[in-house]
Nanobody, 112 residues
Framework: QVQLVESGGGLVQPGGSLRLSCVVS????????MSWYRQAPGKQRELVAN?????IVADSVKGRFTISKDNTKNTVYLQMNSLKPEDTAVYYC????????WGQGTQVTVSS
């Protein structure tokens, strides 16, 4: 079975940085369409970044977050810089290949 496991979350101060990782296992296909979503308590899940043939990020994180992937390691990354309290959320990794596959999420808390 396909599994996505996120890691790298934690508690950071405003202005700090985190690097999230998502490792895809159990697949024989190349990871192509990969996304990061986030969901704060009481709010809808929102798209943060996507990478397929090109990398895009949401306007709210543009200039601060960068998505990348390493096909050899079956891993997608989200580099998060200049973090703000409003970035606090559970961050989820998503793979699309014939269907959606989701990770369990990793908590990111930005607080003083």
């Amino acid at each position: 079975q396909v599994q996505l496991v996120e890691s790298g979350g934690g508690l950071v101060q405003p202005g700090g940085s985190l690097r999230l990782s998502c490792v895809v296992s159990g697949s024989t296909f190349t990871i192509n369409d990969m996304s990061w979503y986030r969901q704060a308590p009481g709010k809808q899940r929102e798209l943060v970044a996507n990478i397929n043939s090109r990398a895009i990020v949401a306007d709210s994180v543009k200039g601060r977050f960068t998505i990348s992937k390493d096909n050899t390691k079956n891993t997608v990354y989200l580099q998060m810089n200049s973090l703000k309290p409003e970035d606090t959320a559970v961050y989820y990794c998503r793979l699309y290949k014939y269907r959606e596959y989701w990770g369990q999420g990793t908590q990111v808390t930005v607080s003083s």
